[in-house]
């Protein structure tokens, strides 16, 4: 397993280019933040739990890790809310990297993104931490096999 830390999400996923290169992962979770548009009626509010991204500028989440996600958040009673942005995270490139890298976004929201002071629900930290350890205990080598073979 890599844990890496990436710059330049915002000028061209520059960091995700490169080290989804150099590494050739078979599956990537990125972690991320993403506005919180809780003051109207839309997705995505502080409080809401675990974003469950399923679309956005640069990528279509898979399905099955998607439900993956889903059920862990419902095994485990997890707040989860489901998102879509006009944004993008570093997935946007990971999923494309050589013959196709299997991808999940692991998200939650926050105010002011991209300032000096962002603003998140402790709660939705706690969420997405225990969900994320939950998620990594039960992956193994046959489940992203599994997933592979869907993605063809």
């Not at 080290?19 to 993403?34: E, F, G, M, T």
């Amino acid at each position: 397993m890599y844990v890496v830390g990436s710059v330049q999400e915002e000028v061209g996923l520059r960091g995700a280019l490169t080290y989804s290169a150099k590494i050739k992962p078979d599956l990537a979770i990125v972690l991320d933040c993403s506005p919180a548009r809780d003051l109207g009626k839309d997705q995505g509010e502080l409080g809401g739990g675990v974003l469950l991204r399923y679309v956005d500028r640069e990528m279509i989440a898979f399905p099955e890790l998607l439900d993956f996600q889903e059920s862990v958040c419902k095994k485990l009673k997890i707040k989860s809310q489901y998102f879509s942005s006009t944004g993008g995270t570093n997935a946007g490139a990971i999923h494309k990297a050589y013959d196709g890298v299997l991808t999940l976004t692991h998200c939650i929201c926050a105010r002011n993104i991209h300032s000096q002071s962002s603003i998140i629900d402790a709660d939705d930290y706690h969420a997405a931490k225990k969900s994320l350890l939950a998620k990594l205990k039960q992956i193994d080598s046959a489940h992203i096999e599994k997933w592979k073979k869907a993605r063809r």
